[in-house]
């Protein structure tokens, strides 16, 4: 069993309920970041759904040089904290390295570890070592039962406060597949298991160096995750996302997000 006391934005979380992790991929300006906070927050909490506000202070893995990647790491921090402060809610965000732990910590609430750094022990330790809640999310290459070690490395370094993420796994070169029996055997770590829907969604290093999507399974894939017991969700959101500055082929359209929850909450309450 989960204990919940090691997770302070899942006090008081239903039995009929999971939670939410969603936001833009990046903090691409200082204001966009407020309005589709503004969004969420309205809904989840309508919802009765508990939420944790998603952006990337910096994008570090992009396929081309000239690919946006920040407005600059304080600058875009400030912004997450200024969601924290004016609507009450906790953030999470990306970090690269052991150096970013620390600097990142000071401003949100969960740390997040990428896909392909999930078997980097000096961050994982440094993650940790914040006391913040570190969401380590599965390797594309990586089964769900072999992600017991990146738990363990947190938790041995003094930090019970560890989630799980799956993103699909690799499928040939340019495709990822979800396999849902990875939710089950990563909730066998004992630890919150979410399922990122929008990334498992992505079909990477196409020829243009644009990563490409499947946007329209996002209800597939996210009706799935909920049946078969995922704890929470992860989505990222925009209001265009054909003018996102990261990931936009994959996200989901903030005014299609409220339809969805309702039908998420549905099948959440069915079980």
Do not use: W
Not at 169 to 182: C, E, K, S, T, W
Not at 208 to 215: E, L, M, Q, Y
């Amino acid at each position: 069993m989960v204990n919940l006391s090691n997770y302070p934005f899942l006090k008081g979380i239903k039995p009929n309920r999971f939670f939410l992790l969603a936001g833009p991929c990046v903090i691409e300006d200082e204001e966009s970041p407020l309005r589709i906070a503004e969004t969420l927050v309205k809904i989840t909490r309508s919802l009765d759904i508990p939420f944790v506000f998603k952006g990337s202070y910096r994008k570090a893995n992009r396929s081309r040089l000239d690919s946006f990647q920040g407005i600059g790491d304080e600058k875009a921090l400030k912004v997450l904290a200024r969601v924290k402060k004016e609507f009450g809610v906790p953030t999470v965000t990306d970090i690269h390295s052991c150096e970013e732990a620390a600097m990142a910590a000071e401003y949100v609430d969960v740390l997040q570890i990428p896909a392909f750094l999930c078997r980097q022990t000096d961050l994982l330790i440094a993650a940790a070592k914040t006391g913040k809640t570190v969401n380590i999310k599965k390797g594309q290459f990586l089964s769900g039962a072999s992600m017991r070690f990146a738990v363990e490395k947190v938790q041995q370094s003094g930090n019970q406060s560890v989630m799980l993420t799956d993103r699909g796994n690799f499928f040939g070169y340019q495709d990822l597949v979800v396999d849902y029996r990875n939710i089950y055997e990563m909730q066998q770590c004992e630890v919150p298991v979410i399922m990122d829907v929008t990334h498992s969604l992505q079909q990477p290093n196409q020829t243009a160096g644009v990563t490409g999507g499947r946007p329209e399974l996002i209800e597939l894939i996210s009706k799935a995750a909920v049946a078969v017991g995922a704890d929470g969700l992860f989505m990222e959101t925009h209001p265009d996302p054909a003018h996102a500055k990261s990931d936009g082929a994959n996200m989901l359209r903030l005014d299609l997000v409220e339809s969805l929850l309702k039908k998420l909450v549905k099948i959440k309450e069915a079980l």
